[in-house]
């Protein structure tokens, strides 16, 4: 059986970078580090705050990967005309709003179907296949079959944000059916928000999802696997320092 593919969200390795503005980490590295690990593509969030995204890393990002890249963006003029001129393999349509944390529900394309629908047709005139970021609701894939996107990335936030038990069975239940109904209207489906170790496996067994974009967790994960040698190398840089 064929595997679920693995987008890598590199956004809070940029976080780190712009809490102090230093030049490191690198994202370029940590991209390629994240291919080289197995990631069959990176994604980024060019937020309208450049909170963690800077245009620069989305135009050195698609200069040098060898994996396509998936740019998220809000609905804006502005940030369709970066992406115009930037062309990255996907444009992923996502609501948003300064104050938030993180993306925190789905774009509703029910109610802004003319502008979702200008947004996706102004991508694919550019080559870049348009994906919206949608709630598992059944309204909401049928606008985007009707708006024209190819692809459909569904939240699953709220199944993270569920308890294990049955309240999470049932969010994991709607997105099954979310699945179902996208593929049979000749989506192709993603899905992402709020996966982790602990809670990635039962998403990852829905067998027509095409690639799961995850972020938070794998950049957690990271500081804790790397934190020894980083740790050992800073170490062994002031040991050599008075000899
Ligand atoms: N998919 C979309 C559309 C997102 O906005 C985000 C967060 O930027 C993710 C996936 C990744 O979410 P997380 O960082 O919680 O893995």
Same mark, same amino acid.
């Given at each position: ?5 693995? $987008? ?27 291919? %080289?690990? $197995? ?23 698609? =200069? ?41 529900? &789905? ?17 694919? =005139? ?11 609701? %059944?309204? =909401? ?6 708006? $024209? ?7 699953? &936030? ?29 989506? =192709?489906?993603?899905?992402?928000? &709020? ?19 995850? &972020? ?28």
């Amino acid at each position: 059986m064929k595997a679920v593919l693995l $987008g890598v969200n590199i956004d809070h390795v940029a976080t780190i970078r712009q809490l102090r503005v230093t030049p490191y980490p690198d994202l370029l590295t940590a991209a390629q580090m994240a291919v %080289a690990a $197995g990631a069959d593509s990176i994604t980024v969030h060019l937020r309208e705050d450049r909170r963690h995204i800077q245009d620069q890393d989305v135009i050195i990002l698609m =200069q040098s990967l060898t994996v396509p890249l998936n740019l998220e963006l809000a609905v804006t003029d502005s940030m369709l005309a970066f992406a115009e001129k930037v062309r990255p393999a996907y444009c992923c349509f996502v609501p948003e709003k300064r104050e938030e944390l993180t993306t925190e529900g &789905g774009l509703d394309v029910v109610t802004n179907r003319e502008k979702i629908r200008i947004a996706c047709e102004r991508a694919e =005139q550019a080559g870049i296949r348009a994906s919206l970021f949608i709630d598992a609701e %059944a309204a =909401q894939i049928e606008a985007a079959v009707a708006v $024209g996107a190819r692809t459909i990335e569904i939240h699953t &936030g709220h199944y993270a944000d569920t308890e294990k038990g049955p309240a999470q069975n049932n969010e994991l239940i709607r997105i099954r059916q979310a699945v179902a109904l996208g593929v049979a209207a000749g989506l =192709q489906v993603n899905a992402g928000h &709020g996966l982790n170790y602990n809670n990635v496996l039962a998403i990852a067994a829905l067998e027509d999802i095409h690639e799961l974009n995850i &972020g938070h967790s794998i950049v957690a994960q990271a500081v804790l696997t790397g934190l020894t040698g980083a740790v050992q190398e800073m170490k062994r840089i002031i040991a050599g320092a008075r000899q």
